[in-house]
């Protein structure tokens, strides 16, 4: 009889630590992708096998997302992550990217307790316009610029996740008007930029080394 309710006990201590762990989703770009781990139909950058001419990432375990996952102890709620998404609208050779824009697929990201953006660097890359900054009432157009984009993206995440921990991961050798102005919105929503540093890349992706280099930086900043 003690034996059983020892058993019972255990097994109830174990199930609520279970409930305790916390559950992060992604939104992100080609960074955060891995074939057969973000939604069917969004664009890959991380393939399996491997393509050696772009990157030496070969197993899920190296990506960023997965060790922050892992050594955390936390759970994977979902990665919504597009390779060659941008925050706005705008995207490469002035195409319309409101398709697969940060805006777009944040309503896809589930239920998390933690939720990370990591994006801006295709904003970056592709040469959107900055634009002013603006903090409500929206128009469509301004949606094609960076800055009105990240405040209704950020807005928006708070508003649709409200009890979740939100970060904004930063990419280095951006331009210096995108990283001024994240820091700049950022603060205004009172959401911590992790804005990395020293990140090994291969075609201006991180490989294994920057993989490793990203998740630590992460971890540090939500322990």
């Known amino acids: ?22 559950r992060i989703s992604i939104l992100g770009d080609s960074y955060s992708t ?3 781990y973000i ?8 393939f399996e096998p ?8 070969n197993d899920v375990r190296q990506t960023w997302w ?14 919504e992550s597009y390779s060659g998404a941008t925050i ?7 195409e319309d990217y409101s398709d697969r824009s940060f805006i777009t697929r944040l ?5 998390p307790d933690i939720l990370l953006i990591f994006g801006n660097t295709n904003d970056s890359w592709c040469g959107a316009k900055v634009g002013e900054y603006i903090y409500k009432d929206w128009k469509r157009v301004d949606l094609y610029t960076y800055r009105p984009a990240l405040a209704k993206l950020l807005n928006d995440a708070q508003s649709r996740y409200p009890n979740a921990r939100i970060y904004f991961i930063q990419n280095t050798e951006l331009r210096k008007e995108i990283t001024e102005s994240t820091a700049v919105i950022c603060k205004h929503y009172g959401i911590p930029v992790i804005q990395l540093k020293d990140i090994e890349k291969k075609s201006g992706h991180p490989n294994q080394k920057g993989m490793k280099a990203i998740s630590e930086q992460v971890l540090g900043a939500l322990r």
């Open 34 to 36: 891995y074939q057969n």
């Open 1 to 22: 009889m003690k034996r059983s309710i020892f058993l019972f006990a255990l097994l109830l201590s174990l199930t609520a630590v279970a409930q305790q762990r916390l």
């Open 39 to 46: 939604p069917e139909g969004n664009a890959i950058w991380y």
């Open 66 to 79: 997965w060790q922050v996952v892992k050594e955390g102890g936390y759970l994977l709620e979902k990665n």
């Open 88 to 94: 706005g609208y705008t995207g490469y050779n002035d």
């Open 50 to 57: 491997m393509d050696a001419r772009n990157t030496d990432v």
């Open 107 to 111: 309503p896809r990201v589930g239920s």
